[in-house]
């Protein structure tokens, strides 16, 4: 028995999109889903049983910071990341390539690997397949990445095809190194940029690899929207039906509906935390920016059609209030309804699957933020 | 019937100290009582759920600070403080008397009141009785505080009999300019410093006008514990026994039991939320400072006598590991275990005064923290 299994239950007959369910060593969940992302071990200021109420099931952690601070070996000797940071739900590591390209200028791409200098220190470090697989077996999360290269937007074809040729040996190399296959997962990713016949030999060589799901990686990195989705339409159709598919980076709500009709299955992205954090909110209405001078009086909840134990409980007032003066309590709040918004949408998703009215429910959901208008706002 | 009411339940035959019940428009809370503070309408990190799961009955909340953020009439069209930050225990506001003396430079003190600057912005203000009621009773806390002089240690004779002398005066017009006596309790504080017979005619003054409870100020501003301990030993039995008694900012644990064998029924301090923030933890081996290099790889809790949430279920390491990277979350936790830790020490003073071995539990404690030493380090 694989350690994770993806079980198809129906397809949207309006757009194809999949409703499904995952299942870990630690639980299963439904899918479309949205993974918040708890980089150094905690989704910033959320408690786990925080995340639990909020109905996430499954988080992702970033194996490039966790083996900076605290080290993979003090995770592991913690007894797994599970352990070290109280989350009994499902739990899905990076490979730490997406931080190497993204947050180190000094990095130096070799066939065995890539030598590049620590964020923080400054240190020389070097991250390959082997060492990926590695780290994050120390860590034990359920869903293991494949250490990939992810290059820019855009690149060259010439760059792209070498790349995920490279991509390609790496995962092979991945799937030799890692050592836990009976309780943790290992996902290969699918390179190729914008490129379909790039895309189609990097899905062809990585299927032959029989993996037990398959991130699309290489989007959400500065390419237009049309792209992404351009990108979706023709590199879902290569993926197995009975595997997990898993867009990587993908967190804003017209995306998050845009890929589940492409037939995506999972996504994570920091925007919902990274923006609560700047005390901007999601809502029905769009984008709500509590400092705004204009909520200093405005006694409603952030968003008047939402459930959440922030919307139930505390006004815009108060949350301006608290995100002015700098207050942690105030960012917990905006964090924890961005996430419940998200959550929320997602399950708003799965249902119109479940009534084949997915397409519908776009519509509804684009008309309602004025996003088919051309040259329309980003949600 | 006055919105605050004192009752004594039973005195500690071995210390005379009091175990009593304060009741208040919102609930009641046991006494001796430690209050967890709240400055900006909120215990810094803490969501009220939590305050209440630990047993908090009783916050205060800083008058001076929510009168510059967000302004008291902000909180007042919110339907009071009570309803602002989403707290149904009970509230008492200090007058911000002590926050003009302490945060700042410039003040000038007169009769009227006393002006001064903004530390925030550094615009002119002016605060006095009638202002500082005028505040309070838009907040709507249970419990108000009258406006005083707080004098630094230490200060001449002179110098503290005519600043005692116009805090009387300020409490008479305090009295006068209370707008809401039928729901909110406003305390007398008495002054005086270390003069026995300043403390004597504050008690006087004070009690004449008939309050519902009486703060003891001016301790706990740096003079040595003997002296705060010698300055309760005569001021306590100058008050009256059907009234509460509140030992204003003290909050370490040897002062919070010498308090209560003195007689003191209430407490607070921002020590606890302080330290916890700066990774620093009270425990029943003493002071832990969880960011230190030895608790990278110690899993036990902060404390193994604790049974709070924090304790049963995280780790040193794993609260180091985010004390470090400066997560929220690291501070939630120190925090909670540490309002945690002197919640539980009140109710072991409670139950020692139940029991008439409160002096008995003194010895225990000091002996255990070594605090009977001489030279001992503060706690």
Not at 350 to 362: K, N
Request: hydrophobic share 35%; with cysteine.
């Amino acid at each position: 028995m694989p350690a994770i299994r993806y079980e198809l239950i129906k397809t949207c007959k309006q757009t194809g999109a999949r409703l499904g369910r995952v299942h870990t060593p630690h639980g299963s969940f439904e899918t479309p889903m949205f993974m918040p992302v708890g980089t150094l071990a905690t989704v910033k200021t959320m408690a786990p049983e925080e995340l639990k109420q909020m109905g996430a099931d499954i988080i992702l952690s970033n194996t490039y910071h966790l083996w900076l601070r605290p080290g993979e070996d003090i995770v592991e000797e913690a007894g797994g990341l599970h352990k070290f940071m109280n989350w009994d739900g499902s739990i899905l590591t990076d490979s730490g390539g997406f931080q190497v390209f993204s947050l180190s200028d000094l990095r130096d791409i070799k066939e065995e690997g890539v030598h590049f200098r620590n964020h923080i220190s400054g240190e020389k470090l070097f991250l390959s397949p082997e060492k990926a697989m590695h780290i994050q077996n120390s860590l034990g999360a359920d869903i293991m990445m494949a250490f990939d290269e992810c290059p820019p937007y855009p690149a060259s074809h010439e760059y792209m095809k070498s790349s995920v040729e490279r991509t390609s040996r790496w995962a092979e190399r991945c799937l030799e190194a890692h050592q836990r296959p009976h309780d943790q997962g290992l996902f290969g990713i699918i390179q190729g940029g914008e490129y379909e016949d790039l895309r189609r030999q990097s899905a062809k060589d990585l299927i032959s690899l029989d993996f037990p799901g398959y991130a699309i990686g290489g989007l959400s990195v500065g390419e237009p929207k049309d792209v992404m989705n351009r990108v979706l339409d023709f590199t879902t159709p290569l993926l197995p039906n009975d595997k997990a598919r898993y867009l990587m980076g993908v967190g804003s709500p017209d995306s998050l509906i845009d890929g589940s009709i492409r037939g995506v299955d999972m996504f994570d992205c920091v925007l919902p935390t990274r923006i609560a954090r700047n005390g901007t909110c999601m809502t029905s209405q769009g984008r709500l920016v509590v400092r705004n001078a204009k909520f200093a009086r405005d006694f409603r909840p952030i968003d008047e059609n939402c459930d959440c134990h922030t919307c139930r409980n505390y006004s815009r007032a108060y949350i301006r209030h608290l995100v002015k003066a700098n207050e942690t309590f105030g960012f917990r709040l905006t964090t924890y309804h961005n996430l419940y918004f998200l959550l929320k949408l997602m399950e708003q998703v799965r249902q119109a699957i479940r009534e084949d009215r997915l397409g519908d429910f776009r519509e509804e959901f684009f008309e309602q933020y004025g996003l088919n208008k051309p040259n329309a706002k980003n949600f």
